[in-house]
């Protein structure tokens, strides 16, 4: 017989963690989601996530499928992952799904929102103008940091969105980013090197010439991982909502 393959969406603050991946003596929302699914009698087999998320970033969309010896009902999971870190961490959907559906493999899409401070009120036209030009598929390796020895830096963003927003009050930038996938803190360092040209007054092709000139050292340092989250991960047969969160 085979064993049931489950599908979770998770939302987590991730102030209150060491980040997605399990590291050594840190809480991690990986080992905090093992504890509580083994409460339910076994370990998870094949766990899997849609995108591994840094120390501080945070989501309301992420996405992982695992598979368990036996049955549990739905209600039973979803309580035990909300019981294991009451405020930090939340289940909110699980469903049963076919044995081949993976939550990185399968997805198509991520989508990443980042609320950025914006104390001296830069206009979302400037930085939405630097933007819109990256769209298309293209190396993003400038744009990435801690790559692994051999990935492909090549990634697709679909869309790119900047519009004025608030943070606690204060005047922010809610910049949305839709990419089939992204490298390791490509968003941030997308979103530090978009608002450091656009304070600059950078022509519009600014950050297409830094994408082909594949040098990290020219763009910027990654912005600070805390008002970022992972929103949504979407597979096939679901549709995008344009500037879902």
């Known amino acids: 017989m085979r064993l049931p393959t489950y599908r979770l969406t998770l939302a987590y603050d991730g102030t209150c963690f060491a980040g997605y991946a399990r590291q050594p003596g840190l809480q991690t929302v990986e080992d905090t989601l093992r504890r509580a699914i083994e409460r339910l009698g076994s370990p998870p087999k094949a766990l899997a996530v849609a995108g591994r998320t840094d120390r501080g970033v945070s989501a309301k969309g992420q996405v992982v499928s695992f598979r368990l010896p036996q049955f549990v009902p739905l209600a039973e999971l979803e309580a035990a992952v909300d019981e294991q870190a009451p405020g930090a961490l939340a289940c909110l959907d699980a469903r049963i799904v076919p044995r081949a559906f993976h939550a990185a493999f399968s997805a198509r899409a991520r989508r990443y929102l980042y609320l950025a401070p914006n104390p001296d009120r830069l206009p979302a036209e400037q930085v939405q103008a630097l933007l819109t030009p990256l769209l298309g598929r293209r190396c993003f390796s400038a744009f990435a940091r801690d790559t692994r020895a051999g990935?492909?830096?090549?990634?697709?963003?679909?869309?790119?969105?900047?519009?004025?927003?608030?943070?606690?009050?204060?005047?922010?930038?809610?910049?949305?980013?839709?990419?089939?996938?992204?490298?390791?803190?490509?968003?941030?360092?997308?979103?530090?090197?978009?608002?450091?040209?656009?304070?600059?007054?950078?022509?519009?092709?600014?950050?297409?010439?830094?994408?082909?000139?594949?040098?990290?050292?020219?763009?910027?340092?990654?912005?600070?991982?805390?008002?970022?989250?992972?929103?949504?991960?979407?597979?096939?047969?679901?549709?995008?909502?344009?500037?879902?969160?």
């Open 151 to 245: 990935q492909s830096t090549v990634r697709t963003l679909q869309e790119a969105r900047v519009h004025s927003a608030q943070l606690n009050g204060a005047p922010a930038l809610a910049i949305h980013l839709l990419a089939d996938a992204f490298l390791r803190k490509m968003v941030r360092v997308l979103v530090a090197t978009a608002l450091r040209e656009a304070r600059q007054l950078a022509p519009p092709d600014r950050l297409v010439h830094l994408a082909a000139g594949k040098d990290r050292r020219a763009t910027a340092w990654p912005a600070a991982p805390e008002p970022l989250s992972l929103t949504r991960v979407l597979y096939d047969g679901e549709a995008s909502v344009r500037g879902r969160q």
